[in-house]
């Protein structure tokens, strides 16, 4: 699914699926994940642009009465992350449009931020230019993510073997990324990057970064 940003192909059947499943597993995500992105996501601002919100994960992670540009092309994911943006007091703003193509204009962003998105898009490397290219000098690029595991790795086996049936079910995500990489060419000044594992059942997922770049 590395192929130019030729646009999201919104499927009914998996839109929805994807919907009710990130909705029902969300509690059990972020059990798994709440330490890794509180530190990430710790004292954002009150205007902040997320790319890929889904249903809503990091709404906790903002503050009452944040102003939250939603750039979230699915969708099948709207209304529950209005529901949830209304049940986190954030005032949320959806615009339907891909990563690949954000429409803010350069310099405009203090803070974005991104979770479990880069391993689904058709162009990680078009995405992160982008939010380096809507991102004021100095602004910041909160990231946690889903990658490869390292290779010759029981984990990297399993990924490589179900990258097919696994991209179809969620859209697109790969298993087999080098997000580090993609995020580190992207031309940020600064980057700091963690690589961390989770435990779940769900073994083509658990390796995982986190990290901050600055613009």
């Given at each position: 699914?590395?192929?130019?940003?030729?646009?999201?192909?919104?499927?009914?059947?998996?839109?929805?699926?994807?919907?009710?499943?990130?909705?029902?597993?969300?509690?059990?995500?972020?059990?798994?994940?709440?330490?890794?992105?509180?530190?990430?996501?710790?004292?954002?601002?009150?205007?902040?642009?997320?790319?890929g919100?889904?249903?809503?994960?990091?709404?906790?992670?903002?503050?009452?009465?944040?102003?939250?540009?939603a750039?979230?092309?699915?969708?099948?994911?709207?209304?529950?992350?209005?529901?949830?943006?209304?049940?986190?007091?954030?005032d949320?703003?959806?615009?339907?449009?891909?990563?690949?193509?954000?429409?803010?204009?350069?310099?405009?962003?203090?803070?974005?931020?991104?979770?479990?998105?880069?391993c689904?898009?058709?162009?990680?490397?078009?995405?992160?230019?982008?939010?380096?290219?809507?991102?004021?000098?100095?602004?910041?690029?909160?990231?946690?993510?889903?990658?490869?595991a390292?290779?010759?790795?029981?984990?990297?086996?399993?990924?490589?073997?179900?990258?097919?049936?696994?991209?179809?079910?969620?859209?697109?995500?790969?298993?087999?990324?080098?997000?580090?990489?993609?995020?580190?060419?992207?031309?940020?000044?600064?980057?700091?990057?963690?690589?961390?594992?989770?435990?779940?059942?769900?073994?083509?997922?658990n390796?995982?970064?986190?990290?901050?770049?600055?613009?």
């Amino acid at each position: 699914m590395d192929s130019d940003d030729g646009g999201f192909e919104s499927h009914p059947g998996r839109g929805r699926f994807n919907a009710a499943f990130f909705r029902v597993m969300d509690a059990y995500i972020d059990w798994h994940m709440h330490k890794h992105k509180a530190p990430i996501f710790d004292d954002l601002p009150t205007r902040v642009v997320e790319v890929g919100p889904g249903v809503g994960a990091n709404l906790r992670y903002l503050s009452p009465g944040t102003r939250l540009v939603a750039i979230e092309p699915n969708p099948y994911m709207h209304a529950a992350l209005q529901r949830a943006a209304a049940r986190h007091e954030v005032d949320v703003e959806i615009r339907s449009v891909l990563g690949e193509r954000i429409d803010l204009p350069d310099d405009s962003a203090e803070v974005v931020i991104s979770s479990l998105v880069l391993c689904t898009v058709s162009n990680p490397a078009g995405v992160v230019s982008e939010i380096h290219r809507i991102l004021r000098p100095g602004g910041i690029y909160c990231f946690v993510e889903h990658v490869a595991a390292p290779d010759g790795t029981p984990t990297r086996w399993v990924q490589h073997g179900l990258r097919r049936p696994w991209a179809w079910v969620f859209e697109g995500c790969s298993c087999e990324r080098d997000l580090a990489t993609v995020i580190r060419s992207a031309g940020f000044s600064d980057v700091e990057i963690t690589p961390y594992r989770i435990h779940s059942p769900f073994l083509p997922f658990n390796t995982h970064i986190r990290g901050r770049a600055v613009a």
